[in-house]
């Protein structure tokens, strides 16, 4: 008759869980070890797994060791544990001439993505580097997260010369399940055509990839064949047969029905907003009281983590910092301050239009519309898309009268945004913001992590990449190594019947540690593996 098996703990009902506790407390008195002695050991000794660790680079690592009381797993657990990843989760990587790449680049998007009902390829440069990955959704708890995972990365622009010599024979072999695929865009166009993967990035990365000539063209979109000069209308979408625009120098990377391009919404949402605050508020109050408010929102980064925005124009963050703050109303202050400060003793001095404020708070109402639609990441149901398309109709009709501004490429995608989140019902979870905010993090292990490899390009930049993919399976790594058997295997037929204190140390039966147990240390719970010892103390 075989051996029954335990119940665990929380299968129990509360009666039952009662009655092991007293049972263990039983046998706890019989051994002479009282329950606080257990629940007074460090409590990450048994639940801190190197995979809860994979975040963390080295050195921070090495600095947690030095306090007394924490205990993390030692640093040969941690490479056991990343070449176990690599070969269940593809995160192994390579180097080619300036850059590096994911080896299996398609078990690693099973690994991480196989289960997200999102899933967009794309691109973009930034920190000097160019990255092509993926987009997709986690669920880390009972919230659904937006990330970006690199499956390349390479040191230069997103122009079309650097990125098709990614297509060079031999350049970046794979393995495993990617080894048919002869370059990452064949990867990328794999993922679109058996994935239903969307395409996101920036409005060049975009017309790049798919050969099309730049956003000045005379047809400069990548999903319709509306003209330069009618930006404010609509046109039909893009068929393969087309040729308008079409840069016949430079061919196609990939193909993708127009459907499924996602209308950078992160982008549209910067080029207007700035061409809002710079241009459209410097217009009607001066661009000495626009500068005075900028100062107070604009962000000093730190040399060589920052980014064109420092020079140029505004990034998401300080848009979001106007809007919070209210910099529209203390724009008509710095006015009148300013004002004041040239033509003091004028009765009118400082003093602002009635026509003035009513197209600044025009305008300021359309900063926030567009921050609140585009930048969501919700679903839309039928009225959030029916009040969009007003949005963005009432941006059209008047952006002429109240900018003051010629209409330009991105005011178009606008039509563009409404016909993608009435078709898909979501908009701002598929937007290019995820690659944006991967510079950041992959800069940081590029520049702060690795810096001691700064002679070699292609290893730093493989142990940066290394670093990001094994963050991004973090979630779905085992969280433990299973324990060894317990009871252990003897030539007996069973285990002992009861205690025997004459025995010999070789023959006693030991408890087992909190590790293999598995269970967190200080829980007043009855492990399942301690069942064995139970059952010898009391019957």
């Known amino acids: 008759m075989g051996k029954k098996a335990v119940r665990s703990y929380e299968s129990l009902s509360g009666t039952q869980q009662r009655e092991r506790r007293k049972r263990l407390r039983q046998a706890a ?18 639940t801190t797994t190197p995979a809860d660790l994979l975040h963390l680079p080295t050195s921070i ?17 941690m490479i056991q544990c990343k070449k176990a990843l690599a070969d269940t989760h593809g995160t192994r990587t390579g180097t080619f001439s300036r850059g590096a790449y994911i080896l299996d680049p398609i078990r690693f998007v099973t690994a991480v993505a196989g289960a997200s009902a999102l899933l967009v ?27 970006f995972a690199a499956l390349l990365v390479y040191e230069g622009k997103d122009g079309w010369e650097e990125l098709s010599r990614l297509e060079s024979p031999g350049l970046t072999p794979f393995e495993g399940d990617s080894a048919e695929f002869p370059h990452i865009f064949a990867v990328l166009q794999h993922l679109i055509d058996k994935r239903d993967a969307f395409l996101n990035g920036d409005w060049p ?49 990939i193909t993708i029905i127009p459907q499924r391009i996602v209308p950078t919404p992160l982008h549209v949402f910067l080029g ?5 605050i710079l241009e ?80 600044l708070s025009i305008l300021s109402q359309w900063l926030q519309q567009l921050h609140d639609c585009l930048m969501r990441k919700t679903v839309w149901d039928a009225d959030d898309i029916e009040a969009w398309r007003g949005v963005v109709s009432d ?35 598929a937007s290019e913001a995820q690659i944006e905010s991967f510079h950041r993090s992959f800069n940081s292990l590029f520049h702060r992590h690795h810096h001691n490899l700064s002679r070699n390009i292609e290893e730093r930049l493989r142990r940066s990449l290394a670093d990001s993919a094994l963050r991004a399976v973090q979630l779905f790594a085992p969280k433990q190594v299973a324990p060894p058997p317990w009871p252990p295997q003897t030539n007996n037929k069973g285990p002992p019947t ?42």
């Open 395 to 429: 941006i059209h009709s008047h952006w002429q009268v109240e900018a003051h501004s010629n209409p330009f490429p991105k005011l178009h995608m606008l039509h563009h945004t409404v016909e993608f989140a009435e078709r898909y019902r979501f908009l701002g979870r």
């Open 205 to 253: 990365f975009i017309n790049t990839l798919l050969g099309y000539k730049n956003a000045s063209a005379i047809h400069p979109c990548p999903i319709c064949i509306v003209s330069h000069g009618q930006l404010l209308r609509t046109a039909r979408y893009r068929t393969a047969a087309d040729q308008h625009s079409r840069n016949l120098q430079q061919h196609a990377l």
């Open 29 to 46: 008195d019989y051994i002479g070890c009282p329950i606080s002695a257990v629940a007074s050991l460090p409590h990450t000794a048994s």
């Open 121 to 147: 390829v794309g691109g973009d440069a930034g920190g000097g580097h160019t990255k092509l990955g993926i987009t997709y959704t986690v669920l880390d708890g009972c919230t659904r997260l937006q990330t």
């Open 61 to 77: 690592r090495e600095q947690i060791r030095t306090v007394r009381g924490l205990h993390i797993p030692s640093e040969k657990r």
């Open 272 to 276: 207007i907003s700035n061409r809002i």
């Open 280 to 359: 459209a508020f410097s217009e009607l109050l001066g661009e000495e009281s626009v500068r005075s408010v900028l100062s107070d929102i604009k962000t000093v980064h730190t040399a060589g983590c920052g980014g064109l925005s420092d020079l140029f124009d505004l990034n998401g963050q300080e848009i979001s910092k106007w809007l919070k703050h209210d910099c529209s109303t203390k724009l008509i202050a710095a006015h009148a301050a300013s004002a004041g400060a040239s033509a003091a003793g004028s009765a009118s001095a400082g003093s602002v239009s009635d026509a003035k404020k009513a197209s």
């Open 498 to 539: 009861c205690p025997d204190r004459n025995r010999t140390r070789d023959q006693k039966v030991r408890s087992p540690s909190l590790y293999q147990l598995g269970h967190p240390v200080g829980h007043e719970v009855f492990p399942s593996k301690l069942s064995h010892i139970l059952l010898l103390h009391t019957q």
